[in-house]
């Protein structure tokens, strides 16, 4: 799949197959985020991936909007040493990992983590240091459906010059 079609295909998926990943695809995803842009070149990310069931049913568990993570083969967390840009940073490196999770033929979801009320609690479920910040919180896996959210045109938002 080339870059292009990747983004304009991706969709956020919540129904997965219970199918594992290989690891090498996930370091390869985990990679990708790696790679993101990053501000000033701190490179604050952190990517903790949970494959562990009790830990994903845990962390879904305790989230507003992402209870179906725990149907998901892999949750990937997303943190950010606090640094004046890690949530720019960290969204960079969830974005990177969405479009390579579907160049890889999976699908994904982000569930937002900075300033939720649970940030914390997640952060210590997994074990992360005092001083990181939650970013986000990806849910991984096969397909089981195919979304296929209407999204605006082009004219809905494109301005030239000026808004």
Request: hydrophobic residues 40%; aromatic residues 6%; proline residues 5%.
């Amino acid at each position: 799949m080339d870059a292009i079609e990747c983004l304009k295909t991706r969709r956020s998926v919540r129904q997965y197959l219970a199918d594992p990943i290989d690891a090498a695809i996930l370091e390869d995803i985990a990679e990708c985020g790696r790679m993101a842009a990053t501000a000033r070149n701190i490179q604050p990310v952190h990517i903790v991936i949970i494959t562990n069931p009790e830990l994903k049913s845990a962390v879904a568990e305790i989230t507003d909007h992402g209870k179906f993570m725990v149907n998901a083969p892999v949750c990937i967390v997303i943190l950010g040493e606090d640094t004046k840009y890690y949530l720019e940073d960290g969204c960079a490196a969830t974005q990177n990992i969405l479009l390579a999770a579907k160049a890889h033929g999976l699908g994904s979801c982000w569930t937002a983590g900075d300033k939720k009320p649970y940030a914390d609690n997640i952060r210590k479920m997994i074990g992360a240091p005092d001083g990181f910040k939650l970013v986000s919180i990806i849910a991984l896996g096969k397909t089981a459906t195919e979304p296929t959210p209407v999204k605006k045109s082009l004219s809905e938002v494109l301005h030239w010059e000026k808004f």
